[in-house]
């Protein structure tokens, strides 16, 4: 699924697209895409989804507070960037591991900033690594009561969510029991509103993805420890840098 479909949380078919997977039953055991080390290509767009909707990632000084809103409301694409740019490559290694690498997946009214540890890591036992991936985007206008007044009134989406709280804003988590069932794709999809008030427009969209190994079937069993132990304390790295 491309980072563009995390601005889609509050549509039920967004929800429903969530689950497809590709014609695959097995997770390509070569670097899909190829990555630039192996392909020749320079930048971190050749190891993207979608290399054709890829703007490579430029460390940018990022704004907080409202004037990252307005940021992304003019500028979608340098607000990308400097959620991109929050965290610095340490406190990114703590998460995704060294050699994680930071792109733009990009379209006209939705540019998002994802971030993938290494396909190519190999655990001890010389075995590719399971794959983490956070995909960042930041709707400005939008706001959470909005987002969950939408979900909350149809049957088919109410028992999807869940609210909670993380480093004291109210977010909202969307997904289906296959979602976290440690089998093929696991994923956490928040939505936050960034200013500590519901009822405000300003909701920052992360997915959290963990997906098997390469090489293994797109079903398989998956340690799901990593994404359960990242997602409140790299949400909360975000949100310290962004909205203090």
């Excluded at 379209?107 to 983490?132: F, Q």
């Excluded at 979900?151 to 088919?156: A, E, F, H, K, P």
């Amino acid at each position: 699924m491309n980072a563009r479909r995390l601005t889609l949380v509050v549509a039920a078919t967004a929800l429903a697209a969530t689950a497809l997977g590709g014609c695959s039953t097995v997770v390509p055991g070569a670097a899909m895409p190829e990555s630039a080390a192996s392909s020749g290509k320079a930048g971190m767009c050749s190891r993207s989804n979608e290399p054709e909707v890829c703007l490579e990632w430029s460390d940018t000084r990022p704004k907080t507070g409202k004037d990252l809103l307005r940021t992304a409301e003019e500028d979608p694409v340098a607000a990308a960037q400097m959620l991109c740019s929050a965290l610095p490559g340490d406190v990114l290694d703590r998460f995704l591991g060294t050699g994680h690498y930071r792109v733009i997946a990009d379209s006209p009214r939705s540019p998002t900033c994802t971030i993938s540890s290494d396909d190519n890591k190999k655990s001890a036992d010389g075995k590719y690594e399971s794959v983490l991936e956070v995909e960042i985007f930041l709707a400005a206008k939008e706001s959470l009561a909005r987002d969950l007044s939408i979900l909350q009134s149809r049957r088919d989406t109410a028992a999807k969510v869940t609210e909670l709280s993380i480093a004291g804003k109210p977010v909202m988590r969307v997904g289906d029991p296959e979602d976290a069932d440690g089998k093929g794709r696991d994923k956490e999809e928040l939505s936050i509103a960034v200013l500590g008030d519901k009822a405000q427009p300003g909701a920052l969209r992360i997915r959290q993805n963990l997906r098997p190994p390469r090489g293994s079937k797109v079903d398989a069993t998956a340690d799901r420890a990593r994404l359960n132990s990242m997602r409140d304390p790299l949400v909360a790295e975000l949100l310290k840098a962004l909205f203090p």
